[in-house]
T-cell receptor, first 111, second 116 residues
Framework: RKEVEQDPGPFNVPEGATVAFNCTYS??????FFWYRQDCRKEPKLLMS???SGNEDGRFTAQLNRASQYISLLIRDSKLSDSATYLC????????????FGKGTTLSVSS | EAGVTQFPSHSVIEKGQTVTLRCDPI?????LYWYRRVMGKEIKFLLH????????ESGMPNNRFLAERTGGTYSTLKVQPAELEDSGVYFC??????????????FGPGTRLTVT
């Protein structure tokens, strides 16, 4: 079983749509959770951290369910510029150590 | 402020040759990480330096890979001898301790390695 699993997609949505991505992780000891964004042939960039209480950053909302070991990302009012691969990422250990990546979910927003 | 830089951006070598990748982290970042993405797979951790010390090298695939960070500044990752399965994109990332807990690792643009 992979440590972090995501639906690879692609998700093809029109501008203005709401889209949700899900992710599950296998290590119940995982402490920190994130969504990274990666544009084609570019480096991953942190989109947002995910907290147990859920958190929102503009059009983006992230949720964490520790009991189910499940993470989600909701994007509202999709923009063309949201087209990218969204990586679910977990940090299992203490500060400053390795990130464990999912394979990513590809989103394509069209006009 | 300059971001993480990596050199070269692309490298094409033949099986059996040696390649050295370089990473310059963000100035002042003690934590430096190497990751690799093989085609069709997820990004995988290789190793972690804190200053010049190897904190965790559990992700290094085998002894053909050697990473160094002399002086605690830039790092090199040498592959010798290279094999076909070493092809992929090698990312370097850095972070300010203790910001690593928040996942704020800043990635470089990567080195695309092709072994033929």
């Amino acid at each position: 079983r992979k440590e972090v699993e995501q639906d690879p997609g692609p998700f093809n949505v029109p501008e203005g749509a709401t889209v949700a991505f899900n992710c599950t992780y296998s290590n119940s000891a995982s402490q920190s959770f994130f969504w990274y964004r990666q544009d084609c042939r570019k480096e991953p960039k942190l989109l947002m951290s995910v907290y147990s209480s859920g958190n929102e950053d503009g059009r983006f909302t992230a949720q964490l369910n520790r009991a189910s070991q499940y993470i989600s990302l909701l994007i509202r009012d999709s923009k063309l510029s949201d087209s990218a691969t969204y990586l679910c990422v977990v940090n299992a250990l203490q500060a400053g150590t390795a990130l464990i990546f999912g394979k990513g979910t590809t989103l394509s927003v069209s006009s | 402020e300059a971001g993480v830089t990596q050199f070269p951006s692309h490298s094409v070598i033949e099986k059996g040759q040696t390649v050295t990748l370089r990473c310059d982290p963000i100035s002042g970042h003690d934590n430096l990480y190497w990751y690799r993405r093989v085609m069709g797979k997820e990004i995988k951790f290789l190793l972690h330096f804190v200053k010049e010390s190897k904190q965790d090298e559990s992700g290094m695939p085998n002894n053909r890979f050697l990473a160094e960070r002399t002086g605690g500044t830039y790092s090199t990752l040498k592959v010798q001898p290279a094999e076909l399965e070493d092809s992929g994109v090698y990312f370097c990332a850095s972070s300010l301790a203790p910001s690593g807990l928040r996942g704020e690792q800043y990635f470089g643009p990567g080195t695309r390695l092709t072994v033929t």
